[in-house]
């Protein structure tokens, strides 16, 4: 709800496709900053805590973004402020929650797991852009409210998790430099994970259409606020449908090859977004795009998950988060900046063409990827993932 507001609301004050890069830019920058010390924060205490304390820095930026709209602001400046803000929590939080299901359920429910989790995730993202943009045509107060009450009902939740946990390391003797350095090294030297989430990161960076989503929905498909809900939502439908799929029916056979295919999927359906001026063709090139990132975000998300050792899980989640942002929220900047340059059906296209020559590289470059049949074929020597205590 809160993002596709923000969306319309600085189009709607700037009328500029760079503006709308600019969100991402600065959601981006404190992300980058914050990502690997708070990874190696994961690793010393209970993620539980970090997941906590950022989600009431999210509650906050809500309730800020709520005041933007009642006191009548007319500059886009205090928005930039408070995405500033809800960046800095979203990166100390990344690296905490993608480390934080493999304590949760035992090792054989963790591929299930994930797409169940994928699943719910996708059914909120299907809801709260749609109840966005619906709340958002009746005025942006009621858009901001609704996206504050679920960020309170999100942070009360987190303290009733359960599962195992593990004995914090509070010693740190190597350092935290040296840790975050070893997070950093582990994941460099491991060509499976390396190029899985690289993968992502350049695949997402070039292709990723939803920043200029307001720009489509106000002058090129005149669907209004409400469409734009719509289409911020196509892709999650997508995602979920697919999710729901791989809890009956994961992936168990020729992991490496699909990932990749599912990628070329995803930037054919950019490029046939980018191309359409009709809106049901645009929203069916939308939720072909979610389906194929659904699929490769759960082979990614299950390898990197088998592949890192406990001790490292918070610290691999910062790399990974880290990645994970740069595609989305610098992608924006890069999709805000070429529309601006060359026009936004022309960025759209370009980013599209762009994925598939990244597809290219990447199995050329990293053939141990391509090469990956089973999940569990990337466990290192000793296990990656230790039986559940209690």
């Known amino acids: 709800m809160q993002s596709v507001s923000v969306g319309w609301q600085v189009y709607d004050l700037t009328q500029s496709?760079?503006?709308?890069?600019?969100?991402?830019?600065?959601?981006?920058?404190?992300m980058f900053l914050l990502a690997l010390p708070a990874g190696e924060l994961a690793d010393r205490f209970d993620p539980r805590r970090i997941i906590l304390l950022a989600s009431l820095l999210e509650t906050v930026a809500s309730a800020l973004l709520l005041a933007f709209?009642?006191?009548?602001?007319?500059?886009?400046?205090?928005?930039?402020?408070?995405?500033?803000?809800?960046?800095?929590?979203?990166?100390f939080s990344g690296p905490a929650?993608?480390?934080l299901l493999p304590f949760l359920v035992p090792p054989e429910k963790l591929p299930r797991s994930l797409a169940w989790g994928s699943s719910v995730a996708q059914l909120a993202i299907i809801a709260g852009p749609a109840l966005g943009g619906f709340a958002y045509a009746l005025g942006p107060a009621i858009a901001y409210a609704g996206a504050l009450v679920a960020s309170l009902v999100g942070a009360a939740g987190v303290p009733f998790l359960a599962g195992r946990r593990v004995t914090p390391d509070l010693t740190l003797p190597a350092g935290r430099l040296a840790r975050?350095?070893?997070?950093?090294?582990?994941?460099?030297?491991?060509?499976v994970v390396f190029g899985a989430i690289s993968l992502d990161l350049f695949a997402v960076l070039l292709g990723g259409a939803v920043s200029l989503?307001?720009?489509?929905?106000?002058?090129?498909?005149?669907?209004?606020?409400?469409?734009?809900?719509?289409?911020?939502?196509?892709?999650?439908?997508?995602?979920?449908?697919t999710a729901l799929y791989l809890t009956r029916r994961p992936v168990e056979r020729k992991v490496g090859h699909i990932m990749f295919a599912t990628v070329v999927v995803f930037g054919i359906g950019t490029i046939v977004f980018g191309l359409s001026?009709?809106?049901?063709?645009?929203?069916?090139?939308?939720?072909?795009t979610g389906a194929a990132d659904q699929i490769?975000?759960?082979?990614?998300?299950?390898?990197?998950?088998?592949?890192?050792?406990?001790?490292?899980?918070?610290?691999?989640?910062?790399?990974?988060?880290?990645?994970?942002?740069?595609?989305?929220?610098?992608?924006?900047?890069?999709?805000?900046?070429?529309?601006?340059?060359?026009g936004t059906v022309p960025a759209v296209v370009i980013g599209g063409v762009g994925t598939l020559v990244v597809v290219a590289v990447w199995m050329r470059?990293?053939?141990?990827?391509?090469a990956v049949d089973r999940m569990r074929d990337v466990v290192p020597s000793g296990g990656a993932l230790t039986p559940e205590v209690g």
């Open 213 to 241: 989503l307001p720009v489509y929905a106000r002058d090129i498909l005149h669907v209004g606020p409400t469409g734009l809900g719509l289409l911020r939502s196509a892709p999650a439908v997508g995602a979920a449908m």
């Open 97 to 99: 929650t993608r480390s």
């Open 296 to 342: 490769s975000v759960y082979i990614r998300s299950a390898l990197v998950q088998f592949a890192t050792p406990d001790a490292m899980r918070g610290r691999v989640s910062a790399v990974s988060t880290l990645f994970i942002s740069a595609s989305n929220e610098l992608g924006g900047f890069e999709s805000g900046v070429t529309a601006a340059l060359f």
């Open 17 to 30: 496709p760079l503006a709308l890069g600019i969100v991402g830019l600065v959601e981006f920058v404190p």
């Open 277 to 288: 001026t009709d809106f049901s063709v645009s929203l069916a090139a939308l939720a072909v």
């Open 69 to 91: 709209v009642l006191t009548r602001q007319t500059s886009v400046w205090p928005l930039y402020a408070v995405i500033l803000l809800y960046g800095t929590a979203r990166g």
């Open 180 to 191: 975050v350095r070893e997070g950093v090294e582990f994941v460099r030297s491991r060509p």
């Open 365 to 370: 470059t990293f053939p141990p990827l391509r």
